[in-house]
């Protein structure tokens, strides 16, 4: 499993949950999950992406708990969930597994959830979305900073024209096997040219760094290799729950135009929000845009929910 190595002070700090369990999904794999705020608080559900963990939604935790219950889980071989041992268990039927088994393990039947998801979470969230366990749940989606196809030949993290040789040399930087090693000024300057805005501020570089470096190298290359070959469109047009999408214009990772084409193919889309100057790392790096847009969702599709009739009616009966 990643090595923990986040921010231990601060916003960015991951804050202790209220419990933690363990999800088992389809194929046996044991998925870390941490639970914040009430117990019968309308839900949110977060999802983190590619290289990250759950500390990659601290802010959004720390925002969000007072009012809601926040469930967040490491995907498989990130923070505390251990790593598949043969590729096999490495692909988007996967993502959607574990996706699946979370929701099982923590919403009622039938409970009503904001679902959201960056990067590669917003990929599990499309993986995910003709889930008979995922649909029963999914009262509203945010898809942030991500892609369904082509994400390897859209990148613009190397400065190139758009072709061949782009999109070779990119899938060789994007999908190495050498090792990050430590959290040095040379590797901060790195990642946040390649996954950040310009304007990122130290301690948000910081704290991204610190996550990005505690993935161990053969899940990132791993993962790597089932993001170069993604196909979701069809998840697109298969995720029906009202849905909003937000982006970063400065996002090297999934290009703006990602966010464009995902918003007009889906089929019930709430908006898409555009930070300007904002890079890959939005919810870190716009924490609060990211966490108004939760609130938004939640407000509008999960506060009025019968979950909430359910904590109300449970505080009566306790009072």
Known sequence: MSRLTHVRGGPYAPPVP????????????RIHVEVHGAEH??????????????????????????????????????????????????????????????????????????????????????????????????????????????????????????????????????????????????ARRVLKYATMGPGSAPERVEACAR???????????????????????????ALSAPTAVLAGTADRLTPVGQARRIAAALPHCLGLTELTGVGHMTPVEAPEAVTRRITELAEAHVVRQPVRESARQHEREGA
Do not use: N
């Not at 363990?22 to 046996?28: K, L």
């Not at 990250?52 to 720390?62: K, V």
């Not at 996550?211 to 047009?237: F, K, M, N, Q, S």
């Open 18 to 29: 209220a419990h933690e369990l363990t999800a088992v999904s389809a194929d046996g794999a």
């Open 41 to 186: 608080a309308p839900a949110v559900v977060l999802v983190h992406g590619w290289t990250c963990s759950t500390a990659f939604w601290a802010a959004q935790i720390r925002a969000l708990a007072g009012a809601y219950r926040v469930i967040a889980y490491d995907q498989r071989g990130h923070g505390r969930t251990e790593a598949p041992l043969e590729a096999a268990g490495y692909g988007t039927r996967a993502l959607a597994d574990d996706l699946e088994a979370v929701l099982a393990a923590t919403l009622a039947p039938g409970e009503a959830a904001v679902l959201a998801g960056h990067s590669m979470g917003g990929m599990t969230l499309m993986a995910a979305a003709d889930r008979p366990g995922v649909r029963d749940h999914a009262a509203a989606v945010l898809l942030c900073s991500t892609g369904s196809s082509r994400l390897v030949a859209e990148s613009t993290v190397l400065p190139l024209r758009a072709g061949g040789l782009r999109t070779r040399l990119t899938r060789r930087v994007l999908g190495s096997r050498a090792p990050l090693g430590p959290v040095t000024p040379i």
């Open 211 to 237: 996550i990005v470096h505690g993935c161990p190298r053969v899940v990132r290359y791993r993962w790597a290799h089932v993001l170069d070959e993604l196909h979701l469109d069809a998840g697109v047009a």
